[in-house]
């Protein structure tokens, strides 16, 4: 099968991205599949035109996982893998999918949306909260603001680099992801940072964050979010596979906090690691992966 692997892209986070990209394009290649890879940019996307029977989109953040390149997917016609071009728009916009969410009744941080011609209203959610860009992934841009005082600063700040910002409160407790595949919930990861944020340099830099596949957690707990995950990634209308991330607040429960799209395929990422522990090596993954893509016409 000719499989098209794109990765790179313009955004912060495009070093992670063509590292995810050559591990998914070496496993095709394990797989018996013609690869092609390529670098894609928002004008430079002439790697989409070459004859392919799949494209495998692995960028993250704008561009590549805000629903940019799943509309020009669409467009050609193209299968892909990945969630189509409507639900990673309401994925990546961290503001529409915690509405979505709250139309339906499914627990998330209070928050408020700001922008450059509304600041003050940042003053809506009270500290401590946490400010964070509402397109951008990976933790990129996000701050801590403990006080009214800090919140003023952290606000005027990132609106000089973004144009919607989102001022959450921030939530106390073990932080967990949940992978899914298909239609099925993989094991849970718990995420322990090692200076208490989990943030771009203990993502992708640091080896010094823990992170423990099927934690001590109780079975009703267990439950509890893998089906909170299922629920808010099929409300958002997701497909073929996604990475839900929660908190479980100490005294609020289990809280989503995003969902992302195209989650890594680096020896850090976490969806590989809840697949491993279910028996699904990083080989049947990708293969799993090109097989869901295959079944739908994408047209």
Sequence with gaps: MRVTVLAGGPSSEREISLESGA???DACVRLGHDVFKADVMPN??????????IVFPVLHGPFGEDGTLQAL???RTLRYVGSDSAASRRCMDKHLSKQCWNDVGLPTAPWVMVSASDASAAEAVQPPVVVKPTGEGSSVGVVLADTMEDVRRAVEHALMRFDRILVEKRLTGR??????????????VEVRPAKGFYDFEAKYRRNDTEYIVEPDLDQTTVRQLQALALRAYRVLGCRHYGRVDLILDASAGPQLLEINTVPGFTQHSLLPKAAARVGIGFDALVGTLLALGMSDANA
Excluded: S
């Design 23 to 25: 591990a998914v394009a």
């Design 44 to 53: 430079d996307t002439a790697a989409l035109d070459r004859p392919c029977d």
């Design 73 to 75: 997917l669409e467009e």
């Design 175 to 188: 932080e967990v992801t949940v992978g899914i595949l298909g239609d099925r919930v993989l094991p849970i």
